[in-house]
C-alpha cells in the first residue's frame, strides 16, 4: 500500500499504491478525546495518522516534528483544544507560537506547507477528526512523497545515544 | 530524579492484543497483529484474549508477569482514557510499578474508525511496535498524595442541586450552595402539579428549599455566581461574586412591610416569576415560599437609584430594622473545597425563533412554561386559567415538540415535553372542561407511570392528532374561524390536512442548554457535547462524573432530564462527592515536570510559560525548579526549554522520539 516510498531506514523502495503516513500529535483532552469521539460514533476515515498521546499541545517540541520527517513521515498533524479552551490555559498558544516559526523553517527546509498542520479539534468534534485527517491526507496524496535532500537530512537531537542502547538490547 | 533514573534496559515486554468482542477482531486481524507483535525486539510473550480487560484477562497479564519475568506491558485494546487505571491495577496487583505499560487505542483509533481489514490491521502494527520500543524507557513512578478538602461547592439551586445539597449536608460535610437567582428552586417552583402522579410540586419543593435554608451544614449565597475557580482535585480555590440586593440579608425578616410601603402603590414591572405574567414592585420578594425569605431591590426599576429623590418609605417601613441599604457593593467571597457538583439547569427553547406558530404575535399563543404559571394557585391568575383578555378559552391546542426533534432548530427530543403536554392537558380538561387538542409527532412516555397516565388522558376525551403542526395563524377561511387561532397541521393518522380553531395555543418548548452553558464550562475545565450539554466521563459507567477529577454533573446541564431523573442523578452526583472526599486524600497522576539541574542554563524562559506558577528561580544556584505540588503536567515548559533540560515523567522527549521512530519504522 506504500508504492515508490523509500524506506529510510534500509534505502529500499517499498512497492505498493502510495499512501502517505502521517504523525498525529494529539491533546489528551480535546483531539485525542475527539478521535475516540469519532471511533463511538463509527465514524470513518483514512488510516493513515498515527497518533502520539501528549497531555498538550503545548508539549509538542518542534524537535518531535522534524524527527517524524527525518524518519519518514510524510505529513505531521498536531490536534490541540481550541484557543481560550485548553485544558492548560494556554498551552495551545505556545504550540502556534511555535508551529509559526517551525512552518518558516520547514519551508526553507523544501518541506512543503501541506505537510504540516495545526488544528483545534474539541472533544465534541468527532466528525472534525474525519474532516482534517481525510482533507490532509487526500492533500498528501496528491503531493507525493516527502523528498529530503539527503538522509537522513535531520538527526533526532536529545540523548539519542541512550535510546539506540535500550533499543538494541 | 536523575536522568537515567531507574531505567530498566533490560526490557522483557509482553504484549496484550484484545478483541473486545468483535469489536475489535472484527476489523483487525487480531492473530496476525499477535503474531507480529511477538516479533518486536524485547517481547518475550505476546497474546490475544476475547476480552482483556476481563478478570481473566487481567489474570493473564499477571500469570505470564510471575512466569515470565515480564517487566514491561503493552495492551493494544481500547482508548487509555477508558481502561489504563485498569490495566495499571493489574500491573500493582503483580508486582511491578503499574507506569511500565503502555496502551494501544486499536478500538477507537483502528477498529471502529477504518473499514479495511488489511489497511486497520497495519496500522495496528505500527501502533503495537511504537509502544513495545516506547514501553522500554518507562520509568517506575509514584503517584503523589494530596489531602482533600472536605467542603463541596454545588452550583445551582434547583432540584438537583438542592436535593445534592441536602445529600451532602445530611452526611455532616459543609456545602456552599450558590444560585444566581434570588431564590433557589428552579425551575420546579414554577409547577403546579408534576407528571404523572400529580402532586403538588411546591408540597413536596418548598420543604426541601427551607431545609436547605436552615441547614447548619450548607452556606446558601443566592443572587451569586461563581467568578472563578483554580486549583485541582480535592483541593479547589473558588471567588464568588455575591451581586447587591441592596437589603443585608442577616437583617431582613421577611416580613415584607416595605414592599407594600414602597411610594409604588401597584406593580410596574414584569415579574419574572410569572415570566411577565405579572407586574411587581422595585422591591420585591421573588415568590412567596421564596428561600432564603429575604426581599432585594431592583435598581434598574427603584427611583432612589434613578434619581436619589425618593422618599424612602422603605427605609421607613424597615425602621430600627435597618436591613435596606442602597449603598451595599457587590462582594467576593473566597472559599476552598474539595468537590464541586455543577447543577446549572436548562433553559427553554425560545418560542419566538419558531416565527409560524406565531409566539409574540397572537396574545393567545403560550409558551408551556407560562401555561404552567397559568395553572398554578400562587400564579398570576391564582390558578384561574383566562387568555390575557380574562376569557377562559373553550378550545385549546397543545402543539408538542417546539424547538425538539426539527433539523432547523434542536435536533434532540426534550424528553420530558410530551408528559408535561399530557400533564397540562389534564389540568386544563379538569378545571375548565375545555376541548384540548395535542399536535404530535410521536407520544414518548416512557418511565414509571408515564405509559398509563398517557392511557388515562384518551379516557378523558382529550384529542391526540398526529402530525406536525404547519403553522398557528389568524386568518379565517370559515365563519367558525373568525376570532380564533387556526391550528394548521397534517393528520398523518387520517391521512389529511385539518385546520383546528381554537382560543389558546400552548407551545410545548424544548430545554436547552444554559446561555452561558461554554463559559462555565470554560470555569471549571469541563467539556460540552456539541449541543452545548455538560459532557459526561462517560455515558454508561460515569454519567455524572467529568474529565475534570473532583468536577460532577447532575441535571438537566447534561441533558434534557425530568425531575425524579434529575434528583436520581443528585443523588448520585453528591455520592460520587463524598465517596471523593471521605478518601482523606486524592493521589494524583505524576506527570509532572522536573528541572536536570546539571544541564539548566538558569535563562528563565521555563518560568514566564508556566500557567501555574509552578517553576521558580532558585537565585543561589542560578536554576529553575518545579513545585510539582502545583505543576498539573502540561508539559509545555519541556517543549519550551531550549536546553532540553526539564523532563516530563511518562512524557520525556526520549519516550516520544522512540514512539515517533518506532511507529515509521517498516514492517
Given amino acids: ?169 | 530524579m536523575s536522568d537515567s533514573g531507574n531505567r530498566d534496559l533490560t526490557a522483557r515486554i509482553g504484549v496484550y492484543v484484545c478483541h473486545c468482542g468483535a469489536n475489535i477482531a472484527a476489523i483487525v486481524d487480531v492473530p496476525a497483529l499477535t503474531e507480529y507483535a511477538a516479533t518486536v525486539p524485547g517481547v518475550v510473550v505476546a497474546r490475544e484474549y476475547k476480552y482483556m480487560c476481563s478478570d481473566p484477562g487481567q489474570e493473564l497479564i499477571r500469570q505470564d508477569i510471575h512466569d515470565h519475568d515480564l517487566n514491561r506491558i503493552v495492551v493494544a485494546s481500547c482508548s487509555p482514557l477508558m481502561h489504563e487505571p485498569t490495566f495499571r491495577g493489574a500491573l500493582a496487583r503483580s508486582g511491578i510499578n503499574p507506569f511500565l505499560l503502555q496502551m494501544v487505542n486499536i478500538r477507537e483509533h483502528v477498529s471502529w474508525v477504518h473499514t479495511d481489514k488489511a489497511e486497520a490491521t497495519a496500522k495496528a502494527k505500527d501502533l503495537v511496535r511504537a509502544a513495545a520500543r516506547r514501553v522500554r524507557l518507562h520509568k517506575p513512578l509514584e503517584k503523589r498524595r494530596v489531602e482533600i478538602n472536605p467542603n463541596v461547592l454545588v452550583v445551582g439551586g434547583g432540584i438537583a442541586g438542592i436535593h445534592a445539597a441536602l445529600t451532602i449536608a445530611n452526611s455532616g460535610k459543609h456545602v456552599y450552595l450558590v444560585e444566581r437567582q434570588p431564590t433557589i428552586g428552579g425551575h420546579m417552583a414554577y409547577f403546579d402539579k408534576t407528571f404523572p402522579t400529580l402532586d403538588c410540586a411546591a408540597c413536596i419543593l418548598t420543604p426541601k428549599m427551607t431545609a436547605v435554608g436552615s441547614h447548619p451544614n450548607i452556606t446558601l449565597w443566592t443572587y451569586s455566581e461563581v467568578a472563578a475557580v483554580e486549583g485541582y482535585v480535592g483541593n479547589y480555590k473558588v471567588k464568588v461574586r455575591r451581586k447587591p440586593r441592596y437589603i443585608h440579608e442577616d437583617l431582613c425578616i421577611g416580613c415584607q412591610e416595605c414592599v407594600e410601603a414602597c411610594v409604588y402603590k401597584e406593580g410596574r414591572w414584569a415579574d419574572e416569576f410569572n415570566l411577565g405574567l405579572s407586574k411587581r414592585k422595585p422591591i420585591y420578594l421573588p415568590f412567596p415560599q421564596a428561600v432564603p425569605q429575604k426581599v432585594l431591590i431592583d435598581r434598574d426599576a427603584c427611583i432612589e437609584f434613578k434619581s436619589g429623590k425618593c422618599k424612602k418609605t422603605c427605609i421607613e417601613a424597615c425602621g430600627e430594622r435597618m436591613a435596606i441599604d442602597f449603598a451595599q457593593k457587590e462582594t467576593i467571597e473566597e472559599i476552598e473545597v474539595g468537590g464541586v457538583i455543577l447543577a446549572t439547569g436548562f433553559k427553554t427553547f425560545d418560542a419566538r425563533r419558531n416565527a409560524y406558530y406565531g409566539y409574540g404575535t397572537y396574545p393567545n399563543v403560550y409558551t408551556s412554561l407560562e401555561v404552567e404559571r397559568l395553572v398554578n394557585a400562587s400564579g398570576p391568575t391564582s390558578g384561574e386559567i383566562v387568555l390575557r383578555d380574562g376569557k377562559k378559552p373553550e378550545r385549546v391546542g397543545i402543539i408538542h415538540c417546539v424547538g425538539s426533534r426539527d433539523h432547523n432548530t434542536n435536533r434532540w427530543c426534550s424528553k420530558v415535553c410530551c408528559m408535561y403536554s399530557l400533564k397540562l392537558a389534564h389540568l386544563i380538561r379538569e378545571r375548565i372542561g375545555a376541548e384540548v387538542y395535542n399536535f404530535y409527532i410521536d407520544m414518548r412516555t416512557p418511565g414509571k407511570g408515564y405509559e398509563e397516565f398517557y392511557d388515562r388522558l384518551l379516557d378523558e376525551g382529550v384529542h391526540f392528532v398526529r402530525g406536525r403542526v404547519a403553522e398557528v395563524s389568524d386568518w379565517p377561511v370559515h365563519p367558525s374561524e373568525e376570532g380564533k387561532l387556526i391550528i394548521r397541521a397534517e393528520d398523518t393518522l387520517a391521512g389529511f390536512v385539518r385546520r383546528i380553531p381554537v382560543d389558546m395555543v400552548v407551545l410545548a418548548v424544548g430545554l436547552e442548554p444554559q446561555a452561558d452553558a461554554r463559559d462555565v464550562r470554560r470555569l471549571f475545565n469541563i467539556s460540552c457535547s456539541e449541543e452545548g450539554w455538560f459532557l459526561e466521563r462517560h455515558p454508561k459507567l460515569a454519567p455524572v462524573s467529568t474529565f475534570t477529577d473532583g468536577v460532577f454533573i447532575a441535571g438537566a446541564c447534561q441533558g434534557p432530564k425530568d425531575i425524579p431523573d434529575s434528583v436520581a442523578q443528585a443523588g448520585a452526583a453528591a455520592a460520587e462527592a463524598m465517596a471523593l472526599i471521605d478518601a482523606k486524600y486524592v493521589e494524583l497522576e505524576p506527570y509532572t515536570a522536573h528541572v536536570l539541574e546539571e544541564e539548566c542554563s538558569g535563562c528563565k524562559t521555563c518560568l514566564s510559560i508556566c500557567p501555574y506558577t509552578a517553576i521558580s528561580f532558585v537565585a543561589d544556584i542560578k536554576k529553575a525548579r518545579v513545585n510539582e505540588v502545583l505543576c498539573k503536567g502540561c508539559g509545555t515548559c519541556v517543549a519550551t526549554c531550549p536546553s532540553a533540560a526539564i523532563e516530563q515523567n511518562l512524557f520525556e522527549d526520549r519516550e516520544i522520539f522512540e514512539e515517533v521512530e518506532g511507529l515509521l519504522a517498516y514492517a
Avoid at chain 1, 499504491?17 to 475527539?34: D, K, N, S
Avoid at chain 1, 501528549?54 to 524527527?67: I, T, W
Avoid at chain 1, 490541540?80 to 526553507?108: I, S, T
Wanted: net charge positive; proline share 4%; with cysteine.
Fill in chain 1, 1 to 169: 500500500m506504500r508504492k515508490d516510498k523509500i524506506n529510510p531506514g534500509n534505502g529500499q523502495v517499498v512497492v505498493g499504491a502510495y499512501e502517505p503516513r502521517i504523525v498525529g500529535f494529539f491533546c489528551t483532552w480535546c483531539t485525542y478525546l475527539a478521535a475516540d469521539l469519532a471511533g463511538i460514533s463509527r465514524i470513518k476515515y483514512a488510516p493513515n495518522v498515527l497518533v502520539v498521546r501528549v497531555m498538550c499541545s503545548g508539549r509538542v517540541d518542534p524537535q518531535f516534528v522534524l524527527a517524524a520527517f527525518a524518519q519518514g513521515a510524510d505529513g505531521v498533524l498536531i490536534g490541540g483544544c481550541h484557543p481560550g479552551d485548553c485544558h492548560y490555559q494556554q498551552g495551545n498558544y505556545n504550540c502556534l507560537r511555535r508551529a509559526r516559526l517551525l512552518k518558516r523553517m520547514l519551508a526553507q527546509l523544501g518541506i512543503e506547507e501541506e505537510r504540516f498542520r495545526v488544528e483545534w479539534i474539541s472533544a465534541a468534534e468527532g466528525d472534525r477528526v474525519r474532516a482534517v485527517i481525510d482533507d490532509m491526507v487526500q492533500k498528501l496524496r496528491a503531493l507525493g512523497p516527502l523528498k529530503l535532500n539527503s538522509e537522513p537530512a535531520l538527526k533526532v537531537v536529545g540523548a539519542e545515544q541512550e535510546v539506540r542502547e535500550a533499543v538494541t538490547v
